[in-house]
């Protein structure tokens, strides 16, 4: 079964370092998605993306973050300078389809990559 | 109340059980997603529901939805040790972005 991948599942920086975690997502998926959970707390959305552009970013993606597409496969997330608070796990996900529309709809997620920050 | 709540947000049955959980949200959306998550895991996507459908079952999983009260339930039934997870309900509030609950962590004892 298709499925979203991240690497890596762990990762360990210290504050104002650049990370850039990386997401393969599922293969005929047009949009993509980066979400956030910190520990304990909701899943948050940071972003989507698709046809090479950004769709929709929230308040927490702020100029420290960015998203590319740098091939046909790898979709990935860099934050410039890290601050403990960015701490979380990063979730990448993907659809076939806008929410809005019908089809293939459903949003799939990667493990997730967690990130600490010290 | 916020976008996506779900109750109760912690529910204890034993094996064998039906578990029901609930999730209300403000918005008018398109489409209801339930997620679940094993601890410090990822999210696994359980079943979709549009916004003119009212019911839908999958497996042992039986969602419904009420677009009038805003409401969506999803119902485990024969639960076992390994449903013991959290549950989340994702509505679209946008075209591109789906809101999360706060969840609700489910405990399948033997």
């Known amino acids: 079964e298709p499925e979203v991948t991240q690497t890596p599942s762990h990762q360990v920086t210290q504050m104002g370092q650049e990370v850039i975690l990386r997401c393969v997502p599922i293969s005929n998926h047009l949009y993509f998605y980066w979400y956030r959970q910190i520990l304990g707390q909701k899943v948050e959305f940071l972003v989507s993306?698709?046809?090479?552009?950004?769709?929709?970013k929230s308040e927490i993606f702020d100029d420290q973050f960015s998203v590319e597409r740098p091939d046909g496969s790898n979709f990935t997330l860099k934050i410039r300078s890290t601050k403990l608070e960015d701490s979380a796990m990063y979730f990448c996900a993907s659809s076939g389809s806008l929410f809005f529309l019908g089809g293939n709809t459903e949003a799939f997620f990667g493990q997730g990559t967690r990130l600490t920050v010290v | 109340s916020q976008q996506g709540e779900e109750d109760p947000q912690a529910l204890s049955i034993q094996e064998g059980e039906n578990a029901t959980m609930n999730c209300s949200y403000k918005?008018?959306?398109?489409?209801l997603q339930w997620y679940r998550q094993n601890s410090g895991r990822g999210l696994v996507h359980l079943i979709l529901i549009r916004s003119n459908e009212r019911e839908k079952h999958s497996g042992r999983l039986r969602v419904t939805l009420d677009t009038s009260k805003k409401s969506s339930s999803l119902l485990i039934t024969a639960s076992r040790a390994a449903d013991t997870a959290s549950y989340f309900c994702?509505?679209?509030?946008?075209?591109?972005?789906?809101?999360f609950g706060t969840g609700t962590r489910l405990q399948v004892t033997l």
């Open positions: 993306f698709y046809n090479n552009e950004i769709s929709e």
């Open positions: 918005t008018s959306i398109n489409n």
């Open positions: 994702a509505t679209d509030q946008t075209a591109s972005k789906l809101t």
